[in-house]
């Protein structure tokens, strides 16, 4: 008798289910993506304590997880002060183009500097560490994302203006406290006043004019009688 080869196992349900999880556990190489030339996505750069370079993950998703774990996490770390499941990073805002990046009850917690934080809005350039930073095996997080060159333009314009303007109001404040001190006409003066500089100097030479009186028509200027007519 010749034996027949194993029969393979029939599929289950069960299996089918198996395999669903595996495929939707299965983790994209973020730093693999490909993007569009030009196109602007938010980046995260992950330097750990042992390394000079940073690694660059573009956040093109909604939502991701940090930590040790290659099972439940986007972004792993290898590193022993961050946990498994560290933290997460989520689209905030109706456009979605800011992310908030939240602790996961992790141990060793997100920190700005000497301060621990739960959550904070991320803004271009933002620099954190997970751990305390006094620790030397302490991971450093940093938040890449720009503004469009005609934003930059207009906030270096506005920021242009609002140093003109305040050097403008120096400029007047310096010229005012140099400027001399006058005093005030003493009260109940309502005649003719000279004014003096300090070195008893006029500042308009008074009208010696004698007041005359003219008794023929023809000893006015012959404009006069012109602008009589006229008026």
């Known amino acids: ?11 289950t349900i069960l299996s089918q289910l198996t395999q ?13 993506v490909a993007l569009k030339p030009n196109a602007r996505v938010p980046e995260l750069w992950v330097q750990d304590s042992n390394t000079n370079k940073s690694d660059v993950y573009p956040l093109v ?3 991701y997880v940090l930590g040790r774990s290659s ?9 022993p002060v961050v946990s498994q499941v560290h933290l997460s990073l989520e689209r905030y805002g109706r456009r979605g183009r800011r992310f908030i990046i939240k602790d996961q009850n992790s141990t ?11 959550s904070l809005l991320l803004y271009h350039g933002d620099t954190l560490t997970i751990g305390p930073p006094e620790l030397a095996a302490s991971v450093e997080l940093q938040y890449v994302y ?6 930059q333009g207009i906030r270096y314009f506005l920021y242009g203006i609002g140093g003109l303007i305040a050097l403008v109001v120096l400029l007047i404040g310096f010229q005012t406290i140099k ?5 005030p006409l003493p009260e109940g003066v309502t005649g003719p006043v000279i004014v003096y500089s300090r070195d008893q100097i006029p500042l308009r030479q008074p009208r010696t004019d004698a007041h005359r009186e003219l008794r023929r028509l023809s000893d006015f200027s012959p404009y006069l009688p012109k602008a009589v007519i006229a008026s």
Do not use: E, F
């Open 1 to 11: 008798m010749s034996s027949q080869p194993p029969s393979k196992p029939p599929k």
């Open 61 to 63: 998703g909604d939502r």
């Open 146 to 151: 720009p503004p469009p060159w005609y934003i």
């Open 108 to 118: 060793n917690g997100i920190y700005r500097g000497k301060r621990r934080l739960s």
């Open 71 to 79: 099972k439940s996490c986007d972004i792993i770390v290898r590193n």
């Open 179 to 183: 400027a001399p001190s006058v005093r």
């Open 20 to 32: 669903v999880v595996q495929t939707i556990h299965a983790k994209v190489n973020l730093q693999a």
